[in-house]
C-alpha cells in the first residue's frame, strides 16, 4: 500500500490502454501500397517494340548510321528506348516509345 494516499489518483486510469490508431493508418497505407503497386506495374510492363526494332527505327528515322545501343528510359512519362546512333559525325541520341514505336524526341550533338 502506497504511504502517499491521494484521493484525486483513479488507479484504472493509471492502467488504461492508449487508444488504437489502426483505423487512421489503414487510410494511409491502403492508398500508397495502390499507388506503389500502380507505379511497379508501369515501370515493369512489357513493351512492344524490342530494343533492335528501336534501333532500327532510330537508323531509318535518322537516315542511316550504326546504332550503339538501346537502353530503357522515360520521357514525358512516356517509357522509351534511347538509342544513340552515330551518323557524319553526329551522334543522334533517338527516344523511341516502347508501346508504338513512334520517335518521341531527337537530340543531335557532335562526336568528338
Same mark, same amino acid.
Given at each position: 500500500?502506497?504511504?502517499?494516499?491521494?484521493?484525486?489518483?483513479?488507479?484504472?486510469?493509471?492502467?488504461?490502454?492508449?487508444?488504437?490508431?489502426?483505423?487512421?493508418?489503414?487510410?494511409? %497505407?491502403?492508398?500508397?501500397? !495502390?499507388?506503389? @503497386? +500502380? #507505379? $511497379?506495374?508501369?515501370?515493369?510492363?512489357?513493351?512492344? %517494340?524490342?530494343?533492335?526494332? !528501336?534501333?532500327? @527505327? +532510330? #537508323? $531509318?528515322?535518322?537516315?542511316?548510321?550504326?546504332?550503339?545501343?538501346?537502353?530503357?528510359?522515360?520521357?514525358?512519362?512516356?517509357?522509351?528506348?534511347?538509342?544513340?546512333?552515330?551518323?557524319?559525325?553526329?551522334?543522334?541520341?533517338?527516344?523511341?516509345?516502347?508501346?508504338?514505336?513512334?520517335?518521341?524526341?531527337?537530340?543531335?550533338?557532335?562526336?568528338?
Amino acid at each position: 500500500m502506497p504511504s502517499h494516499y491521494d484521493p484525486q489518483r483513479n488507479p484504472n486510469k493509471d492502467n488504461a490502454i492508449a487508444p488504437k490508431r489502426k483505423g487512421k493508418m489503414k487510410l494511409i %497505407i491502403i492508398p500508397l501500397v !495502390a499507388v506503389l @503497386i +500502380a #507505379i $511497379a506495374a508501369f515501370v515493369m510492363w512489357p513493351s512492344n %517494340i524490342s530494343r533492335q526494332e !528501336a534501333q532500327n @527505327i +532510330a #537508323i $531509318a528515322h535518322v537516315g542511316g548510321g550504326n546504332a550503339s545501343r538501346g537502353d530503357f528510359d522515360f520521357e514525358n512519362l512516356q517509357r522509351v528506348w534511347s538509342v544513340e546512333v552515330f551518323y557524319d559525325d553526329l551522334v543522334h541520341e533517338v527516344y523511341v516509345n516502347r508501346r508504338t514505336g513512334e520517335v518521341v524526341r531527337v537530340e543531335v550533338g557532335r562526336w568528338d
